[in-house]
């Protein structure tokens, strides 16, 4: 793939994700204290899309997969990555339930178990799910979409701590100064 047809695509991916979370999502929760399918939609949407732009460095048309590559070390070191990164998103997703993840119902902050060390948890564990897909098919084409899901997450991570703000007041604020947003304060 060209490398400029792959950087307009990440650039307007990160331009349709600016418009989704940082207005249309942002919207809701402030008018409606809550997502629309719509919203819950065009942020699955702007997950999906990005997932898929690794068919433009990854070894592969799509929907195939690539073949893994050959190195073993590598293929464990990516396949590793991916797994606990996959496995934490899950746990993450699990522990805070189905209407929280989709903004339905945050009638609480969560501060127990992996939350307690991270307020994104699972932001940072499918981040290195990614990784591990970067690991596995490296290029600088890798490097860029991993950047361009940093950018993407954290619109959400402020849209998201925006609402929780607004809902939770001093709770939430609190929350703020014990656990850090992502790792490190």
């Not at 897909?133 to 899901?149: D, E, K, N």
Request: proline content about 4%.
């Amino acid at each position: 793939m060209h490398w400029f047809v792959y950087f307009v695509s990440l650039f307007l991916l990160i331009g349709f994700s600016y418009l989704v979370f940082r207005i249309i999502v942002r919207r809701d929760y402030k008018f409606r204290k809550k997502t629309t399918w719509i919203s819950v939609f065009l942020e699955t949407f702007v997950f999906a899309l990005h997932v898929n732009l690794a068919y433009l460095f990854i070894p592969a048309k799509w929907p195939a997969l690539p073949s893994l590559p050959t190195n073993k070390l590598i293929l464990f070191i990516g396949l590793l990555l991916f797994i606990i990164g996959l496995l934490i998103t899950l746990i993450g997703m699990a522990s805070l339930g189905l209407k929280t993840i989709f903004g339905w119902g945050a009638d609480r902050v969560k501060h127990s178990g992996i939350y307690r060390l991270s307020r994104n948890p699972q932001i940072l564990a499918y981040g290195l799910a990614l990784i591990g897909i970067a690991v596995l098919w490296p290029s600088w084409y890798a490097v860029g979409w991993l950047l361009s899901y940093g950018v993407i997450a954290h619109m959400m991570v402020l849209t998201e701590e925006e609402y929780l703000s607004q809902l939770h007041g001093n709770t939430y604020k609190k929350y703020c100064t014990e656990v850090p947003r992502y790792l490190i304060r």
